[in-house]
């Protein structure tokens, strides 16, 4: 139970569970009176949530293993967010799909012994509109995620997210919650293909800062969750 009065905000990272449980949400506020609850969408950072929402604020997010939301969050993209949204590329993704047309292409760039490769690679991840809005975009750096932490009340493991709803919805002000008869995911039948060992290093590499935040986060699931 939050217990404060201070409102609660779902920050919602790209590619971990947030249309399935937005629509579990968005069901059960059909059936009962608003908490006090709102919604960050992918753009939105912890640090714009105390603005907006007050410093008092709390926050509620799912974890995704970094590697492995960056990974699906570009062929969401390639895909314009097919089958669940059609939003087309930006002027700036055309130019990095014509560029890199694939994740190993995306790593070889990364990876590259010239700077100027190096840099092109990062500057076209960060032209995105999703991909990169990951935990770094979110918090910033570790030091402001350790800071953020007494406010985070909610931070499931993605893998926990439907066997444990009942904690996500308790803790998002819904101890009594129904499912809805089908729920809504945005999640392609399509597997991608398999990456090199070399292409998830360089990826893996490039995802530093989000995975020293996502292990803080972890921290904090386990202090919450257990």
Known sequence: PRGTGAPLVYLHIPKTGGTYLTDVLLHNLQRRDQPDLFYAPHRMTVAQTAEVFGPDRQLAL????????????????LREGKPGYHTPWTAAEAQVFATFPDLEALARGLGHLWPGTRRRARAAVAAMTMVPRGYAHAFGTVDAARRAMPAVRLCLPIEALDSQLNVAMAALGFPDFSRPPQPVENRSTERPSPLSARAEARLRAFLAEDYAIYDVLSARARELHG
């Open 62 to 77: 799912v974890l995704r293993d970094p590697l492995s939301r960056f990974v699906s969050a570009w062929p969401s993209r």
